[in-house]
C-alpha cells in the first residue's frame, strides 16, 4: 500500500482501501485527489487524468463494476475525517474542508448558516480529499529564482487550484534550509509540512501550525528570527498586512496564489495591493500540465497600468530569461 494513501486507512471503507491497496506502485503513487460521492462511484485523480475506482482493483476510464459509498457511509467517512470531534474541526468545516494528516478533504452538501455566515454542512453529498505528497528536487527551478547571487528574492508562485504549488513549495523549503538559511513556514492547516509526528522532510525548517497566517507570521518574526518566511495560499488582507509587516522587517517572503495567468492575478486586489507596495520582487507561473514545471519568471516593477499585466501576459511563451516590465 502506497504511504500516503495507508493513511487513510480507518477513514475509508474497507472495500474502498482494498481497491487503492490493488495500484500497482507507479499507480498508487500518481494519485492526487480521492473524490467520494454519495451514491455515486468513486473517481481517482490520476496524474491530472480522471479514472473510476473499480471494484475489482485497479483504475478504469469505464464506469464498469465501480466503487460507490452509500450516503451513510460518506457521512462515516466525514467523522472519521474530524476524528469524531466536530466541534475541534468547527473552524475548518466553517470554511468548507477538513485537514487530515497533511491531506485536505474539502466538503460539499448542504450548507448551515447562522447569521448570514456558514457554519458546517448537513446532509454531505461529495468530499474531495487531496492526497499531499513529497516530490524531492521538483523545486530545484523554482529555487534558482527564489535565491540568486545568494539574496533572496520575495516570490509569488501562482497556477489554477491542483497544478503542485503546495508541493513545490514543500520542497523549496528544504531546499533553502539545506542551503543553511533559516526558513519560517506559517502552515495555517499543516498542508506544507504535515501533522506533527508525521512530517514531511522539510530538514531543519521552522515550522508554525494551526494558527491564522497573519498571526503565525507576527509570531515568526519576533521569535524565530527568519531569513525568509513560506506561506501557503495567500488570502484575506490581514494576510497581506501580515507579509508587508515582513517587508518592513527585511525578510522576504514567498508565497502562492491561485490565478492561470498575469492578467488574473492583476486583477486580484489583495495582489496589486502587494505589488505598488514592492513587497514582491517575482511572480512565478507554473506551467500546470507537469508537477515542477514553469511557464514564465516576471520581474516586478511598478505595474499599477493594468495594460502592463495584459502585455507581459501575451509574452508568456519566451520560457528562456526573465521577462521585466513596467
Not at 231 to 236: A, N, P, V
Not at 296 to 308: F, I, L
Request: aromatic share 4%.
Amino acid at each position: 500500500m502506497d504511504a500516503q494513501l495507508g493513511q487513510l486507512e480507518g477513514v475509508l471503507p474497507l472495500r474502498v482501501m482494498a481497491a487503492l491497496g490493488a495500484l500497482t506502485p507507479d499507480r498508487a503513487f500518481g494519485v492526487t485527489e480521492l473524490r467520494l460521492r454519495a451514491d455515486l462511484p468513486v473517481t481517482v485523480t490520476h496524474r491530472g487524468e480522471v479514472f473510476y475506482l473499480s471494484s475489482v482493483g485497479g483504475l478504469t476510464p469505464i464506469c464498469d463494476r465501480p466503487v460507490t459509498l452509500s450516503a451513510g457511509e460518506l457521512e462515516a467517512v466525514f467523522h472519521a475525517l474530524c476524528r469524531d470531534s466536530l466541534y475541534a474541526r468547527a473552524e475548518e468545516i466553517a470554511n468548507g474542508f477538513v485537514t487530515y494528516r497533511g491531506c485536505r478533504a474539502g466538503l460539499c452538501g448542504e450548507a448551515v448558516r447562522e447569521a448570514g455566515r456558514v457554519v458546517g454542512f448537513r446532509r454531505l453529498s461529495a468530499i474531495n480529499l487531496r492526497i499531499a505528497r513529497e516530490h524531492k528536487g521538483v523545486a530545484k527551478e523554482l529555487l534558482s529564482h527564489v535565491l540568486e547571487d545568494g539574496a533572496l528574492r520575495a516570490t509569488l508562485l501562482a497556477a489554477p487550484p491542483g497544478c503542485g504549488k503546495t508541493t513545490m513549495l514543500r520542497d523549496l523549503c528544504r531546499l533553502l534550509s539545506l542551503r543553511r538559511y533559516r526558513v519560517a513556514v506559517i502552515d495555517e492547516r499543516s498542508e506544507i509540512a504535515g501533522e506533527p509526528g508525521r512530517r514531511f522532510d522539510l530538514a531543519a525548517t521552522d515550522v508554525l501550525s494551526g494558527l491564522p497566517k497573519a498571526v503565525g507570521m507576527e509570531m515568526a518574526l519576533r521569535t524565530l528570527a527568519p531569513q525568509v518566511m513560506v506561506i501557503d495560499e495567500l488570502g484575506d488582507e490581514q494576510e497581506v498586512q501580515g507579509l508587508l509587516n515582513c517587508l518592513n522587517a527585511g525578510v522576504p517572503v514567498v508565497a502562492s496564489c491561485h490565478a492561470a495567468t498575469l492578467e488574473q492575478l492583476g486583477r486580484r486586489p489583495q495582489v496589486r495591493r502587494l505589488l505598488k507596495a514592492g513587497a514582491l520582487e517575482r511572480v512565478v507561473l507554473l506551467e500546470g500540465e507537469r508537477l515542477g514545471e514553469i511557464q514564465a519568471v516576471y520581474e516586478v516593477g511598478d505595474v499599477d497600468d493594468q495594460a502592463a499585466w495584459r502585455g507581459a501576459d501575451r509574452a508568456r511563451e519566451r520560457r528562456s530569461g526573465l521577462l521585466e516590465f513596467a
